[in-house]
């Protein structure tokens, strides 16, 4: 059995979890998996010394291999259980394939910031509505696991005072609050971020109105990574909740039917309706739309051009922009003899502190709602945009492949130059050993 290791209210433990769930139920996971609490006795005493890093969520393989990254552990299960995959095949549907992957990425690594800020933003004194006590509860429930309940809340209120400096977090910011101010978020611009997920909101719920997932009548890699950002923080934390739920409730019955637990009105993958024949027996049929399958014939919906373009008209000009930066500081004497780079996505890391703060080899300036500002170079964007490139260059390798991804991808601004993603990366390339980076210079 596979093992995985997270929290509730961790934003890549969803995306995996979900996944795995739905693979568990559609009988392509052996002999299926264990959610595990990942408590600091587990995640100092297993985790670390496993895999060099306490981050969560972390997948131990039934034949005992480690697995960290939610893409990895993605990618590591679709190899070995490649029965039921979450990817369409980049030859067969290679429209389907490149759309999963740049929804997948948006949800990872720029959505992260508007479902980062709402919640910290409203655990913040004096701001209301306010969910800091149910906040501080469930980062107790990890951190003072096992704890009655009030010592629970009590260890989720130290924790938000001593590590993240929750009472002065406007004046001097720490910790996730210190790392939002890392990703680009100010006082100017933090509402021209949750625009951009307003904006991915509207659009899915638009799309919602015609199909159950991204690509169909089942879940894709793009619906898992987008449950990253709207299950831990929107769907489950309080305040977004009520908005959530409130204003945009087909995105909410997507959470559900995606999550794959207690979603029985929801209508999840794998599920089917019944109704009654001439006789009064039960007939049944699959319960999601377009018949529980993929959209036919390499379709992907017009309905998801517009959450699309958001990773066209504002992700894509800052990872045009990493790749150059991460180029220029690979080839500097500032990335030292091993090659090492930064490794995290919330903040700034350490041992490079001074060169993704301020005006550092590691930041560039990026532009949000009209608003410019500067943010820090994230190289596991690297990472990520060369399992994109893979794809993208599977999907053109015959002329009909191309000629079919050309067309599509003029529906978006800039949308071909995505096509010479290998080439942009060639001065950039990095390897992933464990949780650390390296540039890649081989």
Not at 267 to 293: K, W
Not at 380 to 395: D, S
């Amino acid at each position: 059995m596979h093992r995985l290791f997270s929290w509730e209210l961790s934003y890549f433990s969803g995306k995996a979890r979900a996944y795995l769930r739905y693979k568990d139920r559609m009988g392509d996971l052996g002999d299926g998996f264990e959610d595990i609490l990942a408590t600091p006795e587990l995640m100092m005493g297993l985790l670390l010394p496993s895999t060099g890093s306490a981050a969560v969520p972390q997948l131990r393989t039934a034949d005992g291999t480690w697995v960290q990254d939610s893409s990895d552990i993605i990618d590591h299960c679709e190899r070995a259980h490649p029965r039921v995959p979450v990817v369409p095949g980049a030859a067969e549907a290679p429209r389907q394939a490149i759309a999963s992957h740049l929804i997948e990425l948006l949800a990872d690594e720029w959505l992260v910031v508007p479902a980062f800020w709402e919640r910290w933003h409203y655990s913040l004194e004096g701001v209301e509505p306010n969910h800091l006590a149910a906040n501080e509860q469930q980062w107790g429930a990890v951190f003072g696991a096992g704890l009655p309940g009030s010592e629970r809340r009590d260890a989720g209120r130290e924790l938000f005072e001593g590590m993240f400096g929750i009472s002065q977090a406007r004046t001097d910011p720490k910790g996730v609050y210190a790392g939002l101010v890392h990703l680009g978020v100010s006082p100017e611009n933090e509402n021209a971020w949750w625009a951009s997920m307003e904006r991915a909101l509207d659009a899915l719920d638009a799309h919602l109105e015609r199909h159950d997932f991204l690509l169909g009548g089942r879940p894709s890699l793009g619906d898992f990574g987008l449950l990253g950002p709207l299950y831990a923080h929107l769907f489950r934390d309080p305040v977004p909740g009520f908005r959530l739920r409130t204003r945009h409730p087909l995105v909410a019955e997507w959470i559900e039917r995606t999550n794959g637990n207690n979603a029985l009105e929801a209508r999840t993958y794998g599920q089917r309706l019944y109704s009654l024949d001439e006789n009064g027996d039960l007939v049944g049929r699959p319960a999601t739309s377009d018949g529980g399958e993929w959209l036919p014939g390499d379709a992907v919906p017009g309905t998801l051009d517009a959450l699309l373009a958001i990773f066209f008209d504002q992700m894509w000009p800052v990872l045009k922009s990493t790749m150059e930066r991460t180029a220029a500081f690979i080839a500097s004497d500032a990335c030292g003899a091993a090659g090492e780079l930064p490794g995290k996505t919330f903040f700034a890391d350490p041992p490079w502190y001074e060169h993704q703060t301020g005006e550092g080899a590691l930041t560039h300036e990026f532009e949000i709602g009209g608003f410019r500002a500067r943010r820090m170079v994230v190289p596991v964007q690297i990472y990520k945009l060369q399992r994109v490139a893979r794809v993208v260059e599977g999907t053109i390798a015959t002329d009909a492949g191309r000629g079919s991804v050309e067309a599509w991808l003029d529906r978006f601004a800039g949308g071909r130059e995505l096509l010479g993603l290998t080439g942009q990366l060639r001065s950039c390339r990095v390897r992933k050993q464990g949780a650390r980076l390296f540039a890649d210079v081989s």
